[in-house]
């Protein structure tokens, strides 16, 4: 009775956590406590070395009141005066680190220590970082401490690191051992010392929010160095929820090594002031559905997304940029963002969603509430996953999506679509399934002339409507800052040279016309060899059949087989089963000779085979021999039907004896 009680409570706790979660999405970043007080300190004419510093003292004061805001570089004014919280500049100093040198003179009485670390020892300067999160102190280099101590007397203790380990490994493995334990789970972070034109190391503005976290920071080649790698992140407390941030060394790669441990990816590296942004509260928020107009064949109906949006530097610089852009509202345009927003920064998207415009739409950028790779990402851990992204997108009013690398088909698949709650998702390919939102392909465009050519490319269909998506790489629109302007050049451009080809919507209306238009209640499809009502087969590698006279009909043979043969068979597009419809599947067949047949089909039931596209029917039909044309019955309530068998097909039927000949096959709806 103790075990069975303790079972119960435990899913009792889990039902609980799943509640609390759809009512808001929070507690999936480190919050720093608000300030009263905001002071500003402008860094950007500093060198790097002082820049970084700065950073974790920045970091190391917010931790307990997060009252320090930094101008990096000239545009980070304006989301500090968007977000109307008052602030006080402080006077600055005079000569070189005039920035570093004005923040040290306010806070020196809150630095305890410093750790000196090498600059030609990269992992040094993660140890000093860490070191100094977690006992009040900075990182410094020796001639920056020689500066500060020399100009304002500050006499705490200096502990020089620069010698105390001979490599990385050995760094980390001491680290995982004496620091982890006081490492927030939520956050780790991979952040490099990069370099630009104006300084020898610059670091990566991120730092201050890493500090701040008191997460794990590290630098270590996820392909060379990637056992290590993998030794950090399979510490307790790690898993789903747990973000990587800051940019690893294989760029998006890290998914690679992430995603098996359930870490997802937030990229950051170069977001700024993420300490500040995060003392503001946590808020929800929501958009109007999307709005189907009427599809017509011959038309190609498509949006346009600005990429990138899962990178928080992203939506706090280029895409903020481009939202000033005046020709912003006068095309349909959507923007990625990442859903953790509304917990690290929601003055930020409050922003966002006070500028909005009829023709904006905000999107969740891939994969979800993290960047993931689908098919990478821990299987066992994947559902709950999948309810995260559902919970932070509501959460953020995203209505829709983004897969990344999923397999098509796969149980991760088929739990992602099941589960994500988008009421569209953007993709490759297209694809309508019941039980499903609808996916459409997003072509990729790398400037202005290529998203001319890209959608250009798309020839209409006179037999019914095509729906696409062009996906504008935000790097190369990034010229100027005009990017909206482009895209309204383009679309002048396309539709003076195509008058009436093309319709452009947004994401959420788009996917609204498609479900409009798929929802046709077409009574029933069939198919034989001599005539076809939508129902057509589909012939496959595991799945040969031909055309015969036989038994005084003309049929199709499928043969008998030492190996699976199947009868492949797909519907049309407009034939879509409502979620719960029964359908009844008729075969007419001969009834000769023996063996089984068997029907799988794609259905809604993701604890089937693959996700439950190969979901196979209970009932097997059985060959008495009789020698006589017969019709079997298979009834179905939960019909998938996304052309997701082999060959885009939706069903087969299975020849488990000898030669197998099948006369029609018609597929009919059965009203509740």
């Known amino acids: 009775m103790a075990s069975a009680n303790k079972i119960l409570l435990i899913l009792a706790l889990w039902l609980f956590n799943d509640v609390r979660m759809a009512i808001g999405a929070s507690g999936l970043f480190p919050k720093m406590p608000a300030a009263t007080n905001v002071y500003v300190v402008n860094i950007h004419k500093d060198s790097g070395d002082a820049w970084m510093t700065a950073w974790a003292l920045q970091g190391m004061i917010n931790q307990r009141s997060a009252e320090v805001y930094l101008i990096n570089n000239p545009w980070d004014w304006g989301p500090l005066k968007d977000c109307g919280k008052p602030y006080l500049e402080l006077p600055r100093l005079t000569g070189t680190n005039a920035g570093l040198r004005t923040l040290f003179q306010k806070y020196q009485g809150s630095v305890k220590k410093m750790f000196i670390y090498d600059p030609h020892k990269d992992w040094t300067w993660y140890m000093a970082m860490m070191y100094g999160a977690q006992q009040n102190g900075i990182p410094v280099t020796k001639s920056i401490e020689h500066e500060l101590t020399s100009e304002f007397g500050w006499n705490g203790e200096v502990i020089d690191l620069r010698s105390r380990w001979a490599n990385r490994i050995e760094a980390y493995d001491w680290a995982l051992f004496n620091l982890m334990p006081n490492c927030t789970k939520k956050v780790i972070f991979a952040t490099s010392n990069r370099r630009d034109k104006y300084r020898e190391r610059i670091g990566n503005p991120i730092t201050d929010y890493a500090v701040a976290s008191k997460g794990f920071i590290f630098w270590l080649d996820f392909d060379t160095e990637r056992a290590e790698v993998e030794k950090i992140f399979r510490t307790p407390g790690y898993g789903v929820g747990t973000s990587l941030m800051g940019y690893c060394s294989t760029g998006d790669g890290g998914n690679y090594v992430a995603n098996p441990f359930g870490i997802g990816y937030v990229v950051s590296d170069l977001y700024a002031n993420g300490s500040f942004w995060s003392s503001f509260p946590d808020k929800t928020y929501t958009q109007s559905p999307g709005r189907a107009i009427k599809a017509e064949p011959g038309k190609i109906y498509a949006h346009i997304i600005w990429s990138d949006g899962d990178n928080l530097e992203f939506d706090q610089n280029p895409l903020y940029k481009f939202w000033h852009d005046p020709a912003r509202g006068t095309i349909p345009v959507g923007t990625e963002l990442a859903p953790g927003l509304q917990e690290l920064n929601s003055p930020l998207l409050d922003w966002y969603y006070s500028k909005m415009t009829t023709n904006d739409e905000l999107v969740a950028g891939p994969t979800g509430s993290q960047y993931i790779f689908i098919e990478y990402y821990n299987e066992y851990l994947f559902p709950k996953w999948c309810n995260l992204t559902r919970a932070w997108c509501e959460g953020a009013g995203f209505h829709s999506g983004h897969i990344w690398m999923g397999d098509i088909p796969s149980l991760k698949y088929s739990e992602y679509m099941a589960m994500c709650g988008f009421d569209g998702v953007l993709s490759e390919g297209f694809k309508i399934k019941t039980g499903f939102p609808p996916e459409v392909e997003t072509t990729g465009a790398d400037n202005e002339e290529d998203l001319f050519k890209q959608i250009a490319s798309i020839k209409p269909d006179p037999t019914k409507p095509i729906f696409w998506g062009f996906t504008c790489i935000v790097g190369g629109f990034y010229q100027g800052d005009h990017g909206y302007s482009a895209i309204k050049r383009v679309i002048d451009r396309i539709n003076a ?40 087969p589909v012939l496959q590698d595991d799945g040969h059949f031909t055309t015969v006279d036989r038994e005084g009909r003309h049929c199709w043979l499928v043969n008998q087989s030492t190996s699976p043969n199947y009868f492949y068979l797909a519907v049309p597009d407009a034939f879509r089963p409502k979620i719960g419809q029964t359908l009844e599947i008729d075969l007419a067949y001969f009834d000769g000779g023996t063996g089984d047949v068997a029907m799988d089909y794609d259905s809604t039931d993701i604890s089937g085979t693959l996700g439950g596209v190969y979901k196979r029917y209970p009932y097997l039909l059985h060959r008495q021999n009789s020698g006589q044309w017969e019709v079997a019955q298979f009834y179905v309530n939960d019909a998938g039907f996304g052309h997701l068998e082999n060959g885009g097909s939706d069903f087969r039927f299975q020849n488990e004896g000898d030669d197998l000949l099948i006369g029609g096959v018609e597929v009919r709806r059965i009203k509740p």
Do not use: Q
């Open 497 to 536: 040279a195509y008058p009436g080809r093309y319709v452009f919507l947004l994401p959420k209306d788009e996917f609204a016309t498609i479900r409009a238009y798929y929802n046709t209640d077409m009574p029933n499809v069939s198919g034989s060899p001599d005539s076809t009502n939508g129902l057509t």
